[in-house]
Structure formats: structure tokens, C-alpha cells
């Protein structure tokens, strides 16, 4: 049973923008920090961006000025405005939930490829 559904992902060029989504239940989303993911070939994966529920956000060095996350607590969806898309974006983007004490979700991933 998928838990977290990403939506968003595509081809761009350089310098372009994406808005990356991901839904989950509202048991969920309410319980849990939220955050976005990317493994890119040959690479592990990395924590690109985090928020938790009270509104506290983490970037990467890499996308920080670039990316921006939020959560819709309306719409129990968490969101990543992507900006100035660079090559090295290029991943598959998962979307992560986890809270202390319990399991880390993920979904299954929205491919993002940044061509030049």
C-alpha cells in the first residue's frame, strides 16, 4: 500500500523550474516531518529538503536559494518549488515521512531529468 504519492517530476532544461508534489493521508501528514529525497545514478540517496510539522526547514547546501519546500496542512501535501534547475538536479525525488519512535516512509520516487 502506497502511503506517499509524488507527482511533479519531468523533463526541463537547464534553468527551469518544477514543483514537485506528494499527498499522503492525513494520519499521516499530521503526525510526521516531512521531507523530499533524490538518488541520482550511481549516487546514494540524499536529503535535498525538510520540514517538520511545526514549520521548521532544512535545505542542502547544494539547492539551497533554489528550492523551496512547504506542506499544505489543508491539503496534507507537502510541495518542492524547484528553481533554476542545474544537471546535477537530475534524480529520482522521493518523498519521506518520519516522526521519533516510528517507521520512515517513503513513496515511490518522480524522475527529474535536467537536460542542457
Known amino acids: 500500500q502506497v502511503q506517499l504519492v509524488e507527482s511533479g517530476g519531468g523533463l526541463v532544461q537547464a534553468g527551469g523550474s518544477l514543483r514537485l508534489s506528494c499527498v499522503t493521508s492525513e494520519n499521516i501528514f499530521s503526525s510526521n516531518s516531512m521531507g523530499w529525497y533524490r538518488q541520482a545514478p550511481g549516487n546514494q540517496r540524499e536529503m535535498v529538503a525538510t520540514?517538520?510539522?511545526?514549520?521548521?526547514?532544512n535545505y542542502a547546501d547544494s539547492v539551497k536559494g533554489r528550492f523551496t519546500i512547504s506542506r499544505d496542512n489543508t491539503e496534507n501535501t507537502v510541495y518542492l518549488q524547484m528553481n533554476s534547475l542545474k544537471r546535477e538536479d537530475t534524480a529520482v525525488y522521493y518523498c519521506?515521512?518520519?516522526?521519533?519512535?516510528?517507521?520512515?516512509?517513503y513513496g515511490r520516487g518522480t524522475q527529474v531529468i535536467v537536460s542542457s
Open positions: 520540514i517538520t510539522r511545526g514549520g521548521n526547514i
Open positions: 519521506r515521512a518520519w516522526r521519533t519512535g516510528g517507521p520512515i516512509l
